[in-house]
């Protein structure tokens, strides 16, 4: 049997090192276009900062190691450029020559390229790059080396878009980020987002959002907005987002669907029998609400190459879909998610309701416990979890990871209460954050607490809400006040409770959220109609920092 | 309405707050043997070796604090000394007088005690300690700085035994660790244990295992040991284990079950009607099997403290048990687990299988990646997840925390591949220890793969298994040999196949199993009988470092 593989890398690699352990005897040969197989994508920026010192680090495998450990055939830069699944064969195009492949079994795992707009002058450009592969990498670097840039704009502010604002900053660079969306980190909601824009603002990198480049001038040295505003650019890193490869799956008639995306059965098997795709390039299941999505992640493409090689190797597995689990790195900041996100609950018509935790990465009694804010999207009456996604310096990994698994296993709100965790002063906390959330949504749903979010707090207090503020007076000078609030610490409230209007609505807040829950069901239990600001002074002030008064 | 609740640590004080927040009206009083209620127990031995510096930070919460925020009734120093069921009387003992106290509903949450075993001499002894509560950590923290001991010994290598033992070193003392077990960390398993023991080893501790005290002499100044041997000790640490604290509860008449403990329905009623107890000294179900056990961990008691409340309030509450997970720091490997170990699964009388697969902490190209050993315990027939253990620097909270909420949720090691998990270089990698152990896992209940553990290997070498090392000779020099190894690497397996003599059965090893795993395939494809060294030489030279040839 011969078993041809187009693509070497995450998910082409998976499949071709499980189906030589599972059957010795098959002729297994990988195309792969680029000049290298097996490499470690993810690891790309941290190659550019200088983090990874050594180019040789990001090589995984060579052909030589493959061929020796696995007996594979590997061919880099040979290009797939056409399929023909009557007659079971494939054309290779390499700096030689073309030939033809037949083949038994065929997988396609072309992965991704980026999307590259057709701006005014992108052709004209020299200082344009985008960050894909090694050969990617490599051009940057000497780019870097060779003309000393000062300044770059990054134009795309997603995970890659971001690694690199952090990367150039590290070689150096003066960096500006362009996005087209309202907020940078469109994967996660606008509040979380602004964390992580406030940590790249501490850090120089200055922030557009809702603006696109428009054109590209003197060759590429400036970059034009939306808004007319022209920026200067040294080096120009875009990043706006992922296509899938299909180029050589049309050529076979294979079928696309959303978003461009290769269709397969739940046995990886496209249009065309015998012939498999997985990665960056097919159309998944989201499994949370069931809908076709792309995932343009190395952890579904490793799985999902595995899976191919078992099916194909008379194993029984399926395609049960992704949830999307990511996290990004943004100078002292990470940022994680899990599942959906607002933006998709509204588009697909979820109910749902959000709550923000705020806790440590361990107990705060032991030294160097970082912020944990985590927030959580769940069903309201069913309490299914359709989402979390947290920020902070340290614990982030954990909590989406623990997340994504109550996802994945069905668990709703009411059970992460009871999930036990590792509790030592140096890891955790004997109520973990995830615990908190749990309770928190429980108490949403239960009604012991009612909660509003930040963005309805300006129209609440124009409503006539009274906006209580439970901190106390050194946090108020320390940190900046909330507007219109009326200060009263919570130790002193249940004497000083009469200072309190009875006949209007309050909203309660304190610095992260815990102290402004005690104020409400104090406040309820004495007959005020009271709801909790959601996130508290911590989080308001950092999406409406203009709001506070200092 | 009146609630009493006796105890004001972990599950007493979350009742109390609990309780306040849902009931503004009741009266709740809190009486507390000791002269500190919620307090940081398992801060302690940080506080002792210097890494928390302030000893105010151990003292989360002051009864004036509590007065002030809660409106609780806090009586430090106040110990209930009876109870009377029928009258619903407690009678509470303080340094000026005795009185009582009715109450409508009373929670018990008394803890948990250190045991003292009666051996000869203990009560002559002047330097020996117990760590339970703050009066005892200011006892150990006098007696050094008056003192000035050089030489402790700490009896008892579990959890707090081991935190102390690197918290004396810390303190410059020199210290021998006595454990009547055959291994320290008995809540693990012999070959993961191993690994803490070796770490003490390097760090300078003396271990004495299989032994346990039998005599003290001269004042404590010396240790007799079961075999004669004595040891001398400056200062002594007894943690041999803890007792529920059931003294009060047996004046009612209370029924006590499992190992002495408080008998509770699920919804944590004892057996007097309006008698409650949560925490440690209560009798829970172990989920996993179902069977009585006792949990002395600060999340559950957490965790049932708020339950009670709940259910006092009226909120549809019940206990539906706990699984134990728990994690120890020692100097620089961490150790965890969760679920069931071997022993515990033997004597229940369950079937199960074992793998071990070593990873990284975060992508080994990344700087920092630390070695993850991880350990599942599963049903060889279900795939239901029984228990897991690990090792390692960095990264063993989180995977245990995973496997904990798999556990929790009823996931099989059939679903653990399907986990989606963080990946950035810095965090995870694309296929994570956990993930890796559920493929590792199913190619056993597949029949892929087939293992033996590292105590079989011996036997197995003896009845004519022929073993084959298939690292490469710099690893061999670098770290030794395994005995009596034939040594082909991996990467020449192919071509010298036939140097393996085909009539005998053959066990694989490497260095951590990865690659023996691969050599298992590829031989059994070429008719051989192979099993791998499940753990491989780096476990076995852990736990067998005698018959490693240097």
Same mark, same amino acid.
Request: glycine share 8%; net charge negative.
């Given at each position: 049997? *011969?078993?041809?593989? !187009?693509?070497?890398?995450?998910?082409?690699?998976?499949?071709?090192?499980?189906?030589?352990?599972?059957?010795?005897?098959?002729?297994?040969?990988?195309?792969?276009?680029?000049?290298?197989?097996?490499?470690?994508?993810?690891?790309?920026?941290?190659?550019?900062?200088?983090?990874?010192?050594? *180019?040789?680090?990001?090589?995984? +495998?060579?052909?030589?190691?493959?061929?020796? $450990?696995?007996?594979?055939?590997? $061919?880099?830069?040979?290009?797939?450029?056409?399929?023909?699944? +009557?007659?079971?064969?494939?054309?290779?195009?390499?700096?030689?020559?073309?030939?033809?492949?037949?083949?038994?079994?065929?997988?396609?795992?072309?992965?991704?390229?980026?999307?590259?707009?057709?701006?005014?002058? !992108?052709?004209?450009?020299?200082?344009?790059?985008?960050?894909?592969?090694?050969?990617?990498?490599?051009?940057?670097?000497?780019?870097?080396?060779?003309?000393?840039?000062?300044?770059?704009?990054?134009?795309?502010?997603?995970?890659?878009?971001?690694?690199?604002?952090?990367?150039?900053? &590290?070689?150096?660079?003066?960096?500006?980020?362009?996005?087209?969306?309202?907020?940078?980190?469109?994967?996660?909601?606008?509040?979380?987002? @602004?964390?992580?824009?406030?940590?790249?603002?501490?850090?120089?990198?200055?922030?557009?959002?809702?603006? @696109?480049?428009?054109?590209?001038?003197?060759?590429?040295?400036?970059?034009?907005?939306?808004?007319?505003?022209?920026?200067?650019?040294?080096?120009?890193?875009?990043?706006?987002?992922?296509?899938?490869?299909?180029?050589? @799956?049309?050529?076979?008639?294979?079928?696309?669907?959303?978003?461009?995306?290769?269709?397969?059965?739940?046995?990886?098997?496209?249009?065309?029998?015998?012939?498999?795709?997985?990665?960056?390039?097919?159309?998944?299941?989201? +499994?949370?609400?069931?809908?076709?999505?792309?995932?343009?992640?190395?952890?579904?493409?490793? $799985? &999902?190459? *595995?899976?191919?090689?078992?099916?194909?190797?008379?194993?029984?597995?399926?395609?049960?879909?992704?949830?999307?689990?990511?996290?990004? *790195?943004?100078?002292?900041?990470?940022?994680?998610?899990?599942?959906?996100?607002?933006?998709?609950?509204?588009?697909?018509?979820?109910?749902?309701?959000?709550?923000?935790? /705020?806790?440590?990465?361990?107990?705060?009694?032991?030294?160097?416990?970082?912020?944990?804010?985590?927030?959580?999207?769940?069903?309201?009456?069913?309490?299914?979890?359709?989402?979390?996604?947290?920020?902070?310096?340290?614990?982030?990994?954990?909590?989406?990871?623990?997340?994504?698994?109550?996802?994945?296993?069905?668990?709703?709100? +009411?059970?992460?209460?009871?999930?036990?965790?590792?509790?030592?002063?140096?890891?955790?906390?004997?109520?973990?954050?995830?615990?908190?959330?749990?309770?928190?949504?429980?108490?949403?749903?239960?009604?012991?607490?009612?909660?509003?979010?930040?963005?309805?707090?300006?129209?609440? /207090?124009?409503?006539?809400?009274?906006?209580?503020?439970?901190?106390?007076?050194?946090?108020?000078?320390?940190?900046?006040?909330?507007?219109?609030?009326?200060?009263?610490?919570?130790?002193?409230?249940?004497?000083?409770?009469?200072?309190?209007?009875?006949?209007?609505?309050?909203?309660?807040?304190?610095?992260?959220?815990?102290?402004?829950?005690?104020?409400?069901?104090?406040?309820? /239990?004495?007959?005020?109609?009271?709801?909790?600001?959601?996130?508290?002074?911590?989080?308001?002030?950092?999406?409406?920092?203009?709001? !506070?008064?200092?």
């Amino acid at each position: 049997m *011969r078993i041809l593989i !187009i693509g070497g890398v995450a998910g082409g690699m998976s499949a071709a090192t499980r189906l030589r352990r599972l059957n010795e005897d098959a002729e297994i040969i990988i195309l792969e276009k680029g000049p290298y197989v097996s490499f470690a994508n993810c690891g790309l920026p941290y190659y550019v900062a200088g983090e990874i010192e050594e *180019r040789s680090k990001l090589l995984v +495998q060579t052909p030589e190691s493959l061929q020796a $450990r696995f007996n594979l055939d590997v $061919r880099p830069e040979s290009e797939a450029i056409a399929i023909n699944a +009557q007659t079971k064969e494939v054309t290779v195009k390499n700096n030689k020559e073309e030939y033809t492949l037949v083949y038994d079994k065929l997988i396609l795992s072309p992965g991704a390229k980026p999307l590259i707009p057709p701006i005014e002058g !992108i052709k004209e450009a020299e200082n344009i790059f985008t960050l894909r592969s090694v050969p990617d990498v490599d051009a940057i670097s000497t780019y870097i080396d060779n003309h000393k840039p000062e300044k770059a704009v990054v134009i795309g502010a997603g995970f890659i878009g971001l690694e690199m604002a952090e990367s150039l900053v &590290q070689r150096g660079l003066n960096v500006t980020i362009v996005e087209k969306a309202p907020h940078v980190l469109p994967p996660l909601d606008e509040e979380m987002a @602004a964390y992580i824009a406030k940590e790249l603002h501490d850090k120089g990198v200055e922030i557009y959002t809702e603006l @696109a480049a428009s054109a590209f001038e003197e060759s590429g040295k400036v970059v034009v907005l939306e808004n007319g505003e022209k920026l200067e650019s040294d080096l120009t890193l875009l990043s706006v987002g992922v296509k899938p490869n299909t180029d050589v @799956a049309l050529t076979a008639d294979i079928e696309t669907g959303f978003r461009g995306g290769i269709v397969v059965d739940d046995h990886y098997e496209t249009s065309q029998k015998d012939i498999y795709a997985v990665g960056d390039a097919i159309v998944v299941k989201q +499994q949370i609400n069931n809908q076709d999505t792309m995932i343009a992640l190395a952890s579904p493409a490793n $799985r &999902q190459g *595995r899976q191919v090689a078992d099916i194909i190797s008379g194993l029984d597995r399926f395609n049960k879909g992704s949830i999307g689990t990511a996290i990004v *790195r943004v100078f002292d900041q990470v940022a994680a998610s899990t599942g959906l996100n607002e933006m998709q609950l509204k588009s697909s018509g979820e109910q749902y309701d959000v709550i923000h935790v /705020q806790g440590k990465s361990h107990a705060g009694y032991y030294p160097n416990a970082g912020t944990v804010l985590l927030k959580l999207l769940f069903n309201p009456a069913s309490g299914k979890i359709y989402g979390a996604q947290a920020v902070g310096t340290d614990g982030i990994d954990k909590r989406i990871d623990i997340l994504a698994t109550a996802i994945k296993a069905g668990l709703t709100i +009411q059970d992460l209460p009871e999930l036990e965790f590792t509790y030592a002063p140096p890891f955790g906390s004997a109520k973990d954050p995830v615990n908190m959330a749990g309770y928190a949504a429980l108490n949403i749903i239960e009604g012991v607490s009612e909660s509003i979010q930040w963005h309805e707090l300006e129209e609440k /207090q124009s409503d006539g809400h009274i906006l209580l503020d439970v901190r106390n007076e050194s946090e108020l000078i320390a940190n900046g006040q909330l507007p219109n609030a009326l200060n009263i610490p919570l130790d002193s409230l249940r004497e000083r409770i009469s200072e309190i209007p009875k006949d209007q609505p309050v909203i309660v807040s304190c610095h992260s959220g815990l102290r402004s829950y005690i104020a409400e069901r104090l406040l309820k /239990q004495n007959g005020y109609k009271v709801k909790n600001l959601d996130g508290a002074f911590a989080l308001y002030s950092t999406i409406r920092p203009e709001r !506070i008064i200092k």
